[in-house]
Every structure is written in structure tokens, then in C-alpha cells.
């Protein structure tokens, strides 16, 4: 009897090869060898990566799986490829390196060589864009359970009807990351090659298990299709929404460690999404199906949301655990810095299903973590302001401790998400700059770093403070405060936040000394016009003046 349910499962999954045996036996699969596991139930998929990859279950029913010797993104490997369709949209540079078709071509087929070599391989099938207006159909195959389950957490699942009816993908990855890129073929500068057709709408993975490398490739894609195909904005942010009937929704632009996450979770308001998003004509929805969480010394106190999300058929990416009672080490970093949680969204209890406002944002908040210690926690920007801010994407990394540098350092990702630009960064800008015109939104900038002075001398800004100053944001009582001018950068600070001392909205006044503020924040006004040197051909005159002037 078991025998007979075990083959009724085998006889399910291969029953989608009747309509799409063609589309695999042309793309060069050997049916005969592999067997396709298709939108495997979760728990075969912890089987199979435990039997085949050694992957182990955590303590919290969580799988912790390994990703091999990346642990991270190879953005110096990411290639796109040169071609008539797409070549005048693009911009080509350190971020978006060209490959020539012939090159992807030969990649192309070595991935799926390596795939007919393996005994099961695993497809996903499911959607980018919770707006059905905008969504893309995406195929993921690859060899190992751990990349299924994975894209099966960051993708939109489909429901079983949408499965059936799922048709041609507009998008199809594979994944060899098991096998390397043959570093003689043309233009290959390692073993590792991740690369995008836009032509062909295919992406090929080779010489990387880090999963992360399919979210993003996603994200590129959708910051190439959203604005060339459907005339909708991208971004790299997180976004919530008051609670009750269409309430408002904000916006949150930030690099890593700038408090995007940490701020967007919010008890009062419901989580539209983390990391990803489409401000379209019709209000704004996330990308994707998932949380992919940083979990670096992650505790149940300080981010109750993820850590509860943490459970049966989740990921854990590169966590050390107990092997006594397999309980993970959050702490332990002897892996990677880089640990990672993939969940599906709604294992966060205020996830709002299906992940999408119809309405327009009313706020933007744009987050920087200033180690200098010169930018005030909060300030009002202008429309040019906004745009210059967006387009230059500072934060600071604080130095580490070991290696004797007391100086931090500037980070400037253009688009707060510079790795995955795929188009000028003016075209986003302007972009958001039409759509916060026509629908009135107020920006704000947000320090979340130093203050009192600079890494060393002064501390961080407790999140209390910060918390308080985007809770005046919404509930709209700081748009109606009383604004002062800041030096250098001219920005609009108010004098007065409910529940924020009011000594430190301007940084200079708990400053040690008047004279050290004032060459900080020149040293950073100076960092901030090089940065900004290099957008400057595509950018409008009122954006070049609207960053820091020295009088």
C-alpha cells in the first residue's frame, strides 16, 4: 500500500512533462535520465537535501543548508549579455559588465549538461509581482533541493490552478551552481559566472551555491522589465501600511545596516514586503513571496517577527548549530558574517496577503547610518533633494576593531541598491521624482547613525528616538512642525519631534565642539560632490544643486 501512494506522487509530479516534455527536450534536458521533481511538496525537499546535500533540520524545524565556498554575492561575476534588443537601455560600466551571446550560449549548454548529469532535478515554477497587472511568470531548475526550496520561499507561489495553467515562463534560470564556469571560454575572469539574456530572458548560474545569487538576478530583471516594458518604477526598499481601511503607505529606501528592516516591522502597521518593490500607477506592491533576513545575532527580544518566522520550511543559510541539540548559534559567525532566513511572508504575524496597497505612498523615508556623526536624525527633502539623496545612496560602514582604522567610511550605492542598477540611475530618479510630484509625497532623510559625534566619540541614535521620529511621520504631526535650515547641506530639520530630545534634531548642538562639527561636515559635504561627480552628465541642473554647497 505505501508502495503504491509512493508511485501515485512520482506518477503527480511527472504529469506537467505532457505539456512541457517539449519545451524540456528542446532546451537539451535527457528525459530518459533525469527525473524532474516540479513544485516538490516541501517535505521532499528536506529529504532530498538531507539524503543528497547535507543539509541538517534545526531545532526549530528549520533546514540549515550550506552554500560551499560563496558565501555571498560575486558581483565582480555578474555579467550581462550585449545584444540588439536591450543594448541601448542599459548601463554598461563595472555594474553591468557586457558578455557576448556566443559566450552565454556556451555557458548555457555546460549548465545544462551538468543538470543532465544529475539524478533529480528540481524545478519551481512561479510568479515575480504581486499585482497580476505586472507580474512575470518565473522557471527556476536547478540540482539541488536546497535552491528549490529556497526560490519556493522567495517567489510568489501559485495556487494549484495557476500551477496547471502556468504555461510558457517569461523567465527561466538555471542553476549549475555545483559546477564551474570553464575559465578559457572567452571573457570568463573566474569559475564563477552569473549572467542575464534579456533577449532570450534567461539566466545562467555557474561555480555559486550562494542562493542569494537567484533573488537578485530576479530583482535585475524586474529593474530592466518594470520601466522599459510596463512604465513602473523599481526599487530597492521595504514598505507598510497603516493598519485599517487603504491606510497610508510609506516607502523605505536603505543600504545594509541602516535600519530598513528593523524599521518596516512595525506592531502598528502591516508589512507590504522587506527588500523589494514597484511603486506602479496604481499604488505599490512587492516582488517577491519571501524574507531573506540577516540573522547575525538574531535574539526572540530584539526581532520577535523574524525569529518566530524561523520554523518548518524555512532556510537557514551557513548557521552553525549545537550538534547536541541542533539549536543554532546566531552568534557564531565562523561560517560567514553573511548567515541568512528564508521564509515565506507569511510567517511574519502583520504580513499583509496578498502583498499589495492600492493606493499611492504618502511617505518616502530614506535611511543613512552617518558614522561621521553630522547628518541630523531626521530632515524634510525637497523634490530636488529627494532625487540628489537617491541618486548618490550614502551610508557609512563603521571601522572594524581589529585592524587599528578609527576613520569610518563612506558608502555611496547609487539607487540605495547599486548592484543591481540595470538601467541609468537618472532614469529611476527622475521616475520617482514625477511620481512624488504627482501624488504629493513627503521625503524624508533619516539618520540612524551617530550622533554627539562621530564613531569613537559620540554614540548611536537609540532606536527609541528613531522609532518616535517615524511614528511623527505618521500620524502626520511632523510635516506640521516648525523647520530650521541645516548648514552645507540645506537641509529642513525641525526644532521640535514628540518624544525626542529636542538638543539632538541639530547635530552641531551636542557636539563636544562647534569647530570640530563644522569639519566634519564639511570632510563629509566634500565626499558627497566626488560621489555625485559621476551621475552628473544625465543629471538635471536643480538635482547637481540641491546636495551640499559651500558658501
Not at 527556476?140 to 496547471?164: D, G, K, Q
Not at 547599486?418 to 532614469?427: A, E
Request: aromatic content about 12%; some cysteine.
Amino acid at each position: 500500500m505505501v508502495q503504491g501512494k509512493h508511485h501515485h506522487d512520482e506518477f503527480e509530479s511527472n504529469q506537467f512533462l505532457g505539456q512541457e516534455m517539449k519545451y524540456f527536450s528542446q532546451a537539451g534536458f535527457d528525459l530518459d535520465r533525469i527525473h524532474i521533481k516540479r513544485n516538490a511538496p516541501i517535505a521532499s525537499l528536506y529529504e532530498d537535501a538531507i539524503l543528497n546535500e547535507g543539509a541538517v533540520i534545526s531545532s526549530n524545524g528549520a533546514l540549515i543548508n550550506f552554500s560551499g565556498k560563496k558565501t555571498g554575492r560575486s558581483p565582480k561575476d555578474k555579467r550581462i549579455v550585449f545584444e540588439e534588443s536591450s543594448k541601448d537601455e542599459i548601463w554598461w560600466g563595472p555594474v553591468n559588465i557586457k558578455m557576448d551571446e556566443h559566450t552565454f550560449e556556451i555557458n548555457r549548454e555546460r549548465a545544462i549538461d551538468y543538470l543532465n548529469t544529475r539524478e533529480n532535478v528540481y524545478v519551481f515554477d512561479g510568479f515575480a509581482g504581486w499585482d497580476p497587472k505586472y507580474r512575470i511568470k518565473v522557471r527556476v531548475i536547478a540540482s539541488r533541493a536546497y535552491h528549490a526550496l529556497f526560490m519556493h520561499n522567495m517567489l510568489i507561489r501559485p495556487t494549484p490552478e495557476e500551477l496547471e495553467n502556468f504555461g510558457e515562463p517569461d523567465f527561466i534560470i538555471y542553476n549549475a551552481g555545483q559546477f564551474p564556469a570553464n575559465r578559457f571560454t572567452t571573457g570568463m575572469t573566474s569559475t564563477t559566472s552569473v549572467e542575464i539574456n534579456f533577449k532570450r530572458m534567461e539566466m545562467v548560474i555557474l561555480g555559486t551555491e550562494y542562493a542569494g545569487e537567484m533573488k537578485k538576478g530576479i530583482f535585475s530583471v524586474m529593474h530592466y522589465l518594470q520601466p522599459v516594458k510596463f512604465g513602473q518604477l523599481s526599487l530597492h526598499s521595504s514598505a507598510n501600511q497603516a493598519k485599517g481601511d487603504n491606510g497610508d503607505v510609506t516607502l523605505f529606501f536603505g543600504l545594509s545596516g541602516t535600519g530598513k528592516t528593523t524599521l518596516s516591522a512595525d506592531p502598528n502597521r502591516l508589512l507590504i514586503g522587506d527588500d523589494e518593490h514597484v511603486w506602479s500607477d496604481t499604488g505599490v506592491f512587492n516582488i517577491e513571496g519571501g524574507c531573506y533576513a540577516k540573522t547575525i545575532n538574531l535574539s526572540a527580544e530584539k526581532e520577535p517577527e523574524i525569529f518566530g518566522a524561523i520554523k518548518f520550511g524555512s532556510i537557514l543559510e551557513n548557521v552553525v548549530y549545537n550538534p547536541a541539540d541542533r539549536k543554532p548559534d546566531y552568534d557564531d559567525v565562523s561560517i560567514t558574517e553573511n548567515t541568512r532566513c528564508a521564509y515565506p511572508i507569511e510567517y511574519i504575524p502583520n504580513a499583509k496577503i496578498p502583498c499589495i496597497a492600492d493606493r499611492q505612498p504618502s511617505n518616502i523615508i530614506m535611511l543613512c547610518c552617518d558614522a561621521f556623526g553630522v547628518l541630523p536624525p531626521v530632515s524634510r527633502l525637497t523634490p530636488e533633494q529627494a532625487q540628489y539623496h537617491f541618486v548618490a545612496g550614502y551610508t557609512s560602514k563603521t571601522p572594524g576593531t581589529e585592524d587599528g582604522i578609527v576613520e569610518p567610511s563612506p558608502t555611496f550605492s547609487t539607487c540605495y541598491g547599486q548592484p543591481f542598477i540595470v538601467l541609468h540611475p537618472g532614469r529611476y530618479a527622475k521616475m520617482l521624482a514625477e511620481r512624488m510630484e504627482s501624488n504629493k509625497v513627503d521625503c524624508w532623510l533619516i539618520n540612524t547613525g551617530w550622533t554627539g559625534g562621530k564613531f569613537g566619540t559620540g554614540k548611536r541614535c537609540p532606536l527609541k528616538y528613531t522609532r518616535a521620529i517615524v511614528d511623527a511621520i505618521h500620524d502626520g504631526s511632523l510635516a506640521k512642525a516648525e523647520f530650521e535650515t541645516f548648514p552645507i547641506f540645506n537641509l529642513s530639520i525641525p526644532k521640535a519631534v514628540e518624544g525626542v530630545p529636542s538638543e539632538i534634531l541639530h547635530p552641531e548642538k551636542v557636539w563636544p565642539t562647534k569647530d570640530a562639527f563644522r569639519a566634519e561636515l564639511d570632510k563629509l559635504g566634500g565626499m558627497f560632490q566626488k560621489a555625485f561627480a559621476k551621475y552628473e552628465n544625465d543629471i538635471s541642473e536643480e538635482v547637481k544643486l540641491a546636495g551640499p554647497v559651500f558658501a
